[in-house]
T-cell receptor
Framework: AQSVTQPDIHITVSEGASLELRCNYS??????LFWYVQSPGQGLQLLLK??????LVQGIKGFEAEFKRSQSSFNLRKPSVHWSDAAEYFC????????????FGDGTTLTVKP | NAGVTQTPKFQVLKTGQSMTLQCAQD?????MSWYRQDPGMGLRLIHY???????DQGEVPNGYNVSRSTTEDFPLRLLSAAPSQTSVYFC???????????FGPGTRLTVL
């Protein structure tokens, strides 16, 4: 069965500092991997996704993530955080079949200090 | 395109009442899913569908029913509401498992 672990429940960074949010997955083959962001009171919005090819993927709002097969990780990074990045971030794994189910991590809440 | 729409946005029920949460998408997506979101528990899959007439259970299906008679609509029915079903419910759709999900704005449900 597939699973996703986001080890950090809550992270606080200063505005302008770099950010890394961790995501570890469990899946028998190469999965489809996603990062979503949720602002308060909103639905989820896709930041970026990995299917195959280049292991460093670029997303919206200056985010990037790196797929590391050997570590079963897909960590999200941003070189300089803005106050508007404060939100909850979810990592998700989807099957590379047509089974239809995706699995989400429990989320990491990001607080940005001025 | 409206994307994924959900109604109502807020709902308060009494224990034992039934209701249907509506979800519709206008992107001609085959896949649709219902999740519930509770503090500290991420999103948990309730039911999903890979096409009209095809549904399957997720990890927390008890107390909920779904049907998929059209590509556009995927309603979620609460048969007899319980306080444990107090949550925020999200509907999502995607073209297939190789593509990202598009989420609706959510329905905040309180069961008293």
């Amino acid at each position: 069965a597939q699973s996703v672990t986001q080890p950090d429940i809550h992270i606080t960074v200063s505005e302008g500092a770099s950010l890394e949010l961790r995501c570890n997955y469990s899946y028998g083959a190469t999965p489809y991997l996603f990062w979503y962001v949720q602002s308060p009171g909103q639905g989820l919005q896709l930041l970026l996704k990995y299917f195959s090819g280049d292991t460093l993927v670029q997303g919206i709002k200056g985010f990037e993530a790196e797929f590391k097969r050997s570590q079963s990780s897909f960590n999200l990074r941003k070189p300089s955080v803005h106050w508007s990045d404060a939100a909850e971030y979810f990592c998700a794994v989807g099957p590379n079949t047509n089974a239809g189910k995706s699995t989400f991590g429990d989320g990491t809440t990001l607080t940005v200090k001025p | 395109n409206a994307g994924v729409t959900q109604t109502p946005k807020f709902q308060v029920l009494k224990t034992g009442q039934s209701m249907t949460l509506q979800c519709a998408q206008d992107m001609n997506h085959e896949y649709m899913s219902w999740y519930r979101q509770d503090p500290g528990m991420g999103l948990r899959l309730i039911h999903y569908s890979v096409g009209a007439g095809i549904t399957d259970q997720g990890e927390v299906p008890n107390g909920y029913n779904v049907s998929r008679s059209t590509t556009e609509d995927f309603p979620l029915r609460l048969l007899s509401a319980a306080p444990s079903q107090t949550s925020v419910y999200f509907c999502a759709s995607n073209r297939d498992s190789a593509h990202e999900q598009f989420f609706g704005p959510g329905t905040r449900l309180t069961v008293l």
